[in-house]
């Protein structure tokens, strides 16, 4: 017997194997995720995977039945997100936070109704950005025109600029109109219901992202308010090379958009973590993993990652981004001021 243990066979693992990983304690927070439409059990592993805060997006009336979209269906979602962000803070370990927008991903009509009522959405405690909206070229059901399309996005963008609040900018990309079919049963819309493409398909992500940086150009909006999502290879080094926004890779979905944790360490190797953020854009219409962040931080760190890199990125360039200076649980009234101020706010709205 040539080994110290007292086992008739070696069972520890080499000396040049080095020292296991420590334990991974990174929290982190998800800057833009559809939570209302995922369930208790997937808020949950947000808790068990090391969740902080998550951003409801307060839009989703592109997957709704009604045609066309109105002020007033709009303006319901947002209210509901309000509503339900009090729910999840109050029933789950994590904070919920809510980003209220304009969504261009089918045409709103009389969008002008609810870049007047956005501001004042934006003072609420709970709305930590705008968003997400941005140039759009497939569409659901209903196509809206890039001219309108910029007026909406430029006004949002303005709204950003005098409330202080970050942007969410959506940007095009695999998730519309060339779902592999091998996938297609993981997203519920599919191939089905899109529109014509106002963009080429080979440049629509480049294409869009360079209107968006315009459109914050004209509103006068710091590019260190606007973050850039969904981003890939395509736009990273132009965000990067030539603007000061904030860029965030969507990871919830790499069989859609193809993106993952190799990456966001290539462009953490690449330019540095500073200006880089992770999010999942988690939605129950499709297949996501509600571990998605953790898997990824895992990922990062067996990619040799810096723990201090990861960290950055995952949880302290969202919080600053953000401003989380302090958790919505730290004024338990709150909940409350959200049920009456949503409960004005849809009286506003009818009797509207």
């Known amino acids: 017997m ?21 334990p991974v304690d990174v929290p982190w927070i998800d800057a833009h995720q559809h939570t209302q439409s995922l369930t208790w059990n997937d808020r949950e592993k947000f808790d068990l995977s090391g969740g902080e805060a998550a951003v409801m997006i307060a839009a989703g009336y592109y997957w709704t039945p009604y045609r066309p979209v109105r002020p007033e269906h709009v303006r319901f979602l947002w209210d509901d997100a309000l509503r339900r962000a009090a729910a999840f803070t109050h029933r789950h370990f994590y904070d919920q936070y809510v980003a209220v927008g304009v969504h261009t991903w089918s045409h709103v009509e009389d969008a002008d109704e609810l870049l007047a009522a956005l501001p004042e959405y934006c003072d609420h405690d709970r709305v930590v950005a705008v968003g997400e909206t941005g140039i759009e070229s497939t569409h659901h059901t209903s196509q809206w025109p890039l001219d309108g399309q910029r007026d909406v996005v430029r006004e949002q963008m303005h709204v950003a600029r005098e409330t202080g609040l ?6 095009p990309g695999s998730s519309k109109g060339d779902v592999d079919p091998r996938e297609s049963h993981s ?6 219901n899109f529109t014509e493409p106002l963009l080429d398909a080979e440049t629509a992500k480049r294409d869009a992202v360079e209107m968006d940086v315009e459109l914050a150009d004209e509103a006068g909006l710091a590019d260190e308010q606007v973050v850039i999502d969904h981003v890939d290879g395509d736009v990273v080094p132009y965000l990067m090379e030539t603007t000061n926004c904030r860029l965030s890779f969507t990871v919830g979905a790499p069989w859609l958009r193809g993106v993952d944790a190799r990456d966001v360490a290539d462009a953490v190797e690449e330019y540095g973590p500073d200006r880089i953020l992770v999010d999942t854009d988690l939605i129950g219409a499709m297949r996501c993993d509600p571990f998605a962040m953790k898997r990824t931080i895992l990922d990062l760190l067996r990619l040799g990652v810096p723990r201090e890199d990861v960290r950055k990125v995952v949880y302290e360039n969202p919080k600053a981004v953000l401003d989380l200076r302090h958790s ?16 004005r706010s849809s009286s506003e ?4």
């Open 2 to 22: 040539d080994h110290d243990e007292p086992t008739k066979r070696p069972i520890g693992l080499p000396p040049e194997s080095g020292a296991p990983p420590d």
């Open 166 to 171: 970050p942007v969410l900018v959506h940007t």
């Open 187 to 192: 997203y519920e819309e599919g191939n089905r």
């Open 328 to 343: 919505v649980r730290a004024a338990k009234a709150s909940s409350s001021a959200v049920s009456q101020w949503v409960s």
């Open 349 to 352: 709205t009818s009797a509207g």
